[in-house]
């Protein structure tokens, strides 16, 4: 699981849904949350959340898509298996996991030290509150 310390910078609200603007370091990230909870305020820190096999891993560092969580970062390490290989990202002073499948990145033919844009979609990030 990736988790990253974020501050809240914006909550946009109606009918019980809010979309949620994050900063985290110099990324930006967004989250779409029900019944938005007490400690959802801004300029509160959170934990942002997101599984690894939610990180989509573009070549294309600027691609004209809906996915609004677009992260330039670069390969640190990748680790090859039979079917799934483990992606580790740099994003500034963060890193990030991404698993997709060992045929995606033989065909993307990524490397370390690439750039990349690591894409995660709105509804796969989740928030908590930071302890």
């Known amino acids: 699981m990736n988790v990253l310390k974020g501050i809240i910078t914006e909550i946009q609200s109606h009918e019980g ?3 949620v ?3 985290s370091n110099e990324n930006i990230f967004t989250s779409i949350i029900l ?3 007490d400690y959802l305020k801004e300029n509160n820190t959170v934990k942002i959340i997101f599984k690894e096999t939610e990180v989509i891993i573009s070549k294309d560092l600027n691609p004209s898509i809906s996915v ?3 992260i330039c970062g670069r390969i640190e390490s990748i680790k090859k298996g039979v079917i799934l290989s483990q992606i580790t990202l ?5 890193k990030i996991q991404s ?5 995606a990145c033989e065909q993307l033919d990524l490397k370390e030290n690439q750039n990349i844009l690591a894409l995660i979609k709105t509804n796969e990030v989740s928030l908590s509150a930071y302890d």
């Not at 740099?90 to 963060?94: K, L, M, T, Y």
């Open 17 to 19: 849904i809010s979309l």
């Open 21 to 23: 603007k994050l900063k």
């Open 35 to 37: 019944d938005v909870p």
């Open 68 to 70: 609004q969580n677009q």
């Open 90 to 94: 740099s994003i500034g002073e963060d």
């Open 99 to 103: 698993i997709i499948t060992t045929n």
